[in-house]
Nanobody, 125 residues
Framework: QVQLVESGGGLEQPGGSLRLSCAAS????????MGWFRQVPGKDREFVAA????????SYADSVKGRSTIPRDNAKNTVYLQMNSLKPEDTSVYYC??????????????????WGQGTQVSVSS
């Protein structure tokens, strides 16, 4: 069973950058597509990005497309979310998750079966 631990959140100014990390335990990390989601209290969870098992394919929400990337390093059992040109509306708790569905990449939370505890990202001047 994979366990996921996010890190890298914090307070950043608008226009800045952050890199979130999601470290997975267990030896099956490379078997799963991975995703990042975010949620603001009182609002629905929002898909951010996903990456295939071999990192060959990625998918992004329109809200972050062009200023975010989701690389993964299977040798380190880690997936990242690099966010640039941060906006105040990026403020949220960010969660990584492993997907039950390898292909196609899924943007629905129901596809994901293991979730991390979340890391807070705040964007403010």
């Amino acid at each position: 069973q994979v366990q996921l631990v996010e890190s890298g959140g914090g307070l950043e100014q608008p226009g800045g950058s952050l890199r979130l990390s999601c470290a997975a335990s267990g030896r099956t990390f490379s078997s799963y597509a991975m995703g990042w989601f975010r949620q603001v209290p009182g609002k629905d969870r929002e898909f951010v990005a996903a990456i295939s098992r071999n990192a060959g394919t990625t998918s992004y929400a329109d809200s972050v497309k062009g200023r975010s990337t989701i690389p993964r390093d299977n040798a380190k059992n880690t997936v990242y979310l690099q966010m640039n040109s941060l906006k105040p509306e990026d403020t949220s708790v960010y969660y990584c998750a492993s997907s039950l569905i390898s292909w196609p990449l899924c943007s629905g939370g129901a596809c994901y079966h293991i979730w991390g505890q979340g890391t807070q990202v705040s964007v403010s001047s």
